[in-house]
């Protein structure tokens, strides 16, 4: 494959008179032409078809999520693509071949450069696009709901922003490994798709969570609680676990301190833990990454799940992509194409 020297990327460019990114306008977003990476030793050279947006990309826009050492700072953390060219040592990845990536940054690009261990085949029967709805999120519940809180089938499980991808996402993983997903939503209209899912649906708008998790569960609680949220409903969180819960922050969209009642903590042998994905080492995402492969994508290919993709925009139109992704209404994942 014969490799151009320049690429297009997406960048955040800092606004006048500011030291850093400010969300209040989309002058921040720049497309800009640059160097084309090129791959290390173990690295992968991807030419990306799709790159999906989260929150985090936003959060790294206003100076609001670090970008981790020795990472790009071109925003996107997932990517799907075809292997343009691979570095030295690396034998699992040829030319050509259709894969998915889960980054540290870069994926707002037409090139990215990853680690050979971050890369996936796509799901069968899967293109680009869905593909790269899908990296990150499926990563995402597979760590932080069946690593880390050792889901077991017949748990039932509370997730926070159910209609977000993430959320959306642990609702279909929860359901199709034989658990009870609960997801929280701020309007009926995404406590229906929530339900549509199959997913039992609260509006934390009109409803009180905590109640109605000890009807839904019969007064068991929840085994298991994905957090976006944190602070703003650490204590409720709490009176929501069951006996010896797992309680996984993910997110602090609810701010950063929250009062704990560690005698109740205590008293229910309860598990809180936080986890971040994004800085964690190659070795280490290429471990969840088998796990999704293994345990994951045959649901997408036999279409037990969905990838839920909810609108596309071109690598050109971020600012765009970014406005829709904030609206209060979107459900599932939107996906810049390249």
Request: aromatic share 6%.
């Amino acid at each position: 494959m014969s490799l151009p020297t320049q690429m297009q990327a997406i960048r955040f460019l800092p606004q006048p008179g500011t030291d850093k990114a400010s969300k209040a306008s989309p002058a921040d977003i720049e497309l800009v032409t640059q160097d084309l990476p090129r791959p290390g030793p173990g690295e992968v050279l991807i030419k990306v078809e799709a790159a999906g947006i989260n929150n985090a990309d936003l959060l790294q826009r206003i100076g609001g999520y670090n970008v981790p050492e020795g990472a790009s700072d071109i925003p996107g953390l997932e990517v799907a693509g075809k292997v343009a060219a691979t570095g030295d040592g690396v034998t699992q990845w040829n030319v050509d071949d259709q894969v998915c990536a889960l980054l540290s940054g870069g994926g707002y690009a037409q090139y990215v450069v990853v680690d050979a261990r971050q890369v996936a085949p796509i799901p069968e029967d899967l293109d680009a696009i869905e593909a790269a709805g899908i990296v990150e999120t499926a990563a995402t519940v597979w760590f932080n709901v069946f690593m880390t809180a050792s889901f077991q089938p017949g748990d039932w499980v509370l997730i926070h922003g159910g209609a977000g991808g993430i959320g959306t996402m642990a609702i279909q993983l929860v359901k199709a490994m034989g658990g009870h997903p609960i997801a929280t939503a701020g309007s009926d209209t995404k406590v229906e798709y929530i339900e549509f899912l199959g997913g039992y649906g609260i509006n934390y708008r009109t409803e009180n969570f905590v109640e109605r998790v000890e009807e839904i569960t019969d007064g068991h609680g929840a085994d298991i609680l994905l957090d976006i949220v944190a602070a703003q409903y650490s204590e409720d969180n709490m009176r929501a676990l069951a006996h010896r819960g797992r309680w996984v922050v993910i997110g602090t969209q609810g701010g950063i301190k929250g009062e704990i009642n560690f005698l109740r903590l205590m008293a229910k042998q309860a598990v809180l833990t936080g986890n971040l994905l994004r800085p964690r080492t190659a070795e280490e995402k290429g471990e969840i990454l088998r796990g999704v492969v293994e345990r994951i994508w045959p649901l997408f290919t036999d279409g037990t799940v969905d990838p839920l993709i909810a609108q596309t925009f071109q690598l050109e139109d971020t600012a765009a992509a970014y406005d829709r992704f904030a609206e209060s209404d979107r459900v599932g994942k939107i996906v810049l194409t390249i």
